[in-house]
């Protein structure tokens, strides 16, 4: 039961980076030349989730010319940047509903005890 806990916490970390990456990118999506970040996360060897790399994407960003200068964007995608955020939301809700249930249990199993 302590492995489960183990493993939500771990997962709850690495949506907490992935969250907070992400939050980066779109708080810069409006500064020009600004490259976003990305989450690698990968399998924990026993299970469970973990955050294996944060790496800047170094793709160009759009260029407009303003006032006969080019300027370089973000390489920031919103439609991107927001799906990684409901997909996090889903991976800490997952994780949260399973702290809860062991919480559950425990409690169930200190009534049943007493």
């Known amino acids: 039961m302590i492995k489960a806990l ?4 771990m997962g709850m970390n690495a949506m907490g980076t992935r969250l907070a990456v992400t939050a980066n990118n779109i708080a810069n999506c409006n500064t ?6 990305r989450v690698t996360l990968t399998e924990a060897r026993n299970g ?5 790399d944060i790496s800047k994407v170094n793709t160009p960003g759009t ?7 080019t300027r370089e964007l973000s390489n920031v995608d919103l439609g991107e940047e927001f799906v ?17 249930t062991q919480e559950e249990l425990t409690g169930t199993i200190l009534d049943i005890k007493r």
């Open 6 to 9: 183990d493993k939500s916490i």
């Open 32 to 37: 020009d030349e600004f490259k976003k970040d």
């Open 48 to 52: 469970g989730v973990l955050v294996q």
């Open 63 to 69: 260029t407009v010319e303003v006032y006969e200068e």
């Open 84 to 100: 990684n955020l409901m997909t996090t939301q889903a991976g800490y809700t997952a994780n949260a509903k399973v702290i809860k």
